[in-house]
């Protein structure tokens, strides 16, 4: 597949923003949040924060090391069998919250609940990117917000042919989707950009 433009018209009203912490502040109180690709819960504590969602689902295989260990004085947890239970006792306070350990490609099998605002943060590959998005229609409330970061390329090719990364991914889906468009997109330092879709 050559590379891919969002048209046009599928990006003309959206809005853009300084960083994902200003995106999540317009987002309304209460509703139902789902994150896919966790780590140690750092982003889904600050929507949690700001939005007081119903509902918080978070979805990890939770067995990673801290990648977020250089912006602390020291590794919040050593080894990847103490990854889980780090998240599980940050969280154990805080209502609402549903901690699944397991991919999100589990999770969707046994869910039944649909979501306001659903985030993905873990493979980019292509294949992968399209399959989140398939996986998140089914469970996505009228109106949903379904939110990707890493919205950037890696310019080396995959075994198949398709560029890796998100951009390739998200572009061909809208492409092919013309009732889907981006609703918002955010910057940071950067550039791995958050972008956030809806449907019509
Ligand atoms: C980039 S980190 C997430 C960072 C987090 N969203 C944040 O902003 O702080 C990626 C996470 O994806 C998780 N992960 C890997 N495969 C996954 C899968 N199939 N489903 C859900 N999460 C997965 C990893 O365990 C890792 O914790």
């Known amino acids: 597949m050559p590379q891919i433009m969002i048209p046009q018209n599928q990006i003309k009203n ?9 995106f999540i502040k317009t987002l309304p109180k209460g509703i139902k949040f789902l994150e896919a690709g ?14 007081a969602p119903k509902i918080s689902t978070l979805i990890d295989p939770f067995n990673d090391i801290d990648w977020h260990a250089p912006e602390y004085p020291a590794p919040r947890w050593d080894k990847r069998e103490q990854h889980f239970e780090f998240v599980k006792k940050r969280f154990l306070d805080i209502p609402n919250v549903n901690i699944f350990k397991g991919g999100y490609e589990e999770f969707v099998k046994i869910n039944s609940e649909k979501y306001d605002f659903l985030y993905m943060d873990y493979d980019t590959t ?15 409330e009228d109106n949903a917000i379904l939110g990707f970061n890493d919205y950037n390329i890696y310019f080396n090719e995959t ?14 889906f809208l492409y ?23 449907r019509s």
């Open 14 to 22: 959206a809005k853009m923003f300084s960083s994902r912490y200003d």
């Open 176 to 198: 092919k989707n013309p009732n889907w468009y981006v609703y918002a997109f955010a910057l940071n330092d950067n550039l791995t950009s958050d972008i956030y879709l809806k």
């Open 38 to 51: 966790v780590l140690a819960g750092d982003f889904s504590l600050y929507v949690i924060n700001e939005v």
């Open 159 to 172: 075994k198949t042919g398709e560029k890796m990364g998100v951009v390739p991914a998200i572009n061909e």
């Open 126 to 140: 292509h294949e992968s990117i399209m399959s989140q998005i398939k996986m998140s229609e089914d469970i996505m």
